[in-house]
């Protein structure tokens, strides 16, 4: 993260975690950086700019002697924490964050509203507009981001105005917007883009995501959308955009330059000589695709005994909002479907899957990445997937393929470069992964170029 000057700021970040995460160890407060999407594709700005990140601390901190001590170690990382209450916090993270508002723009059904965890999503909204209403001045930039905080632009511009600053506000969404019949599933659809249209700016990863937004703007509010990328409503103007969220490809490629990582890819390709690696990376969430995808290989090992013992995939799954009760079957379910995978393709010789449910250190997920023969994600939906990116970055010497779902909105870019597929077809996955093992390598090396140039002219 950016340093304090001691200037002036004129950018305020909010997001709805920190990018570092507190924990409370013997009594005392340590902060570790967070991961996920949102913290990778910000950490690139870090680099040319300086801002402050207002957003939550991850724990409870009841008391005021704590919160100072709190304030003060995250401030040397122009961190600042909006303090929440355990039971608040978790009824707007999980209650409607997780457990309704997610599912909604990436298109599941079976959803049902609860007026609770609602009324504690609007009460976390007005908490962050108070405390950063406080700190910002007329002439800052205030940049919100993602779906917890839909609510936060209409907040701001109100409480704002009462005190006479006036602050462009942006916003970027970094999940798909659905298509305007789907919202329609959820009862709060008008207040959540009614809170999003006080904003200067919207962005969205993809054309279709911001072409959703408009049109149901236009058919839910009435909502004036005939200038393209414009929206006009209760007199005002909103610009929407489609804007590239990308990574920063140097600090993968330095990472595989390290005495440690070269070590490690020894190791792994020593290991797994004469066998063809295809990597998946992934949190643990549905909308991953993850049984989708062990579905498709085990249908894969079936069309292919002759590559028996000659295929592994290797699966991080990395632990998601665990408190879910969704999110806890899913891992039990892909935890039983791994284990019949192997007792039905394991041989003396080998198990074709290694499922690992854990997180794993950044140099250790490099040099994964590196030794790959292809990279395979099946996302049902997917703002964008930055692990295609990362696999990319990795890949300079092997040219390895990646295999990509058509719903991950990194596909609107990649389609090209990559092998696409419906994840919810295991015959086409099958085929698919068939075809990138057996790529002949001209047609490898000309995808990887493609994708290769995509990932370093997009790198935030
Ligand atoms: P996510 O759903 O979190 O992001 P994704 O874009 O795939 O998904 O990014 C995951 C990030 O977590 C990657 O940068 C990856 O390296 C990192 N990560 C994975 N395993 C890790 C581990 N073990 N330890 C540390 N970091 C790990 C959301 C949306 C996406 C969108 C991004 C950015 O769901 O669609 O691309 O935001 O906008």
Redesign the pocket.
Known sequence: MGSISGGKQNLIIVSNRLPLSVKRVDGSFQSSLS???????LAGLTKSTQFQWFGWPGLEVRDLGDREEVSKSLEAHNAIPIFLDSTLAHEHYNGFSNRILWPILHYQSGVTFDDTPWQAYKRVNELFADAIVESAESGTLIWVH?YHLMLLPELLRHRLKQQGKACAIGF?L??PFPAGDFWRNLPVRKHLIEGLLSSDLIGF?TDEYKQNFIDTCASLLDARTEIPNQIQYKNRLVCTNKFI?G?DPQKFTDTLQTPKVQDRIRTLKERYKGVKVIVG???L?H??GLTQKLSGFDTFLDDHPELQNKVVLIQ?A?P?REDVKEYQDLERDLCTMAGKINGKHATPEGTPLLYMH?????AE?TALYSVADVCLLT?TR???????F?YVACQEERHGVLVLSEF???SSFMSEGSISFHPANTTEMSEAIFKAITLDPSERKSKYEYLRNFVNENTR
């Not at 997917?382 to 295609?388: S, T």
């Open positions: 991961s996920g999407g949102l913290v990778t594709s993602d970027s970094h999940t990863h969220v990574i990376v992934d949190r969430d909308i991953k991080v990395v998601s854990r997180s794993v250190p950044f997920l996302s997917d703002g964008m997937n930055l692990v295609a990362e991950a909105g990194a």
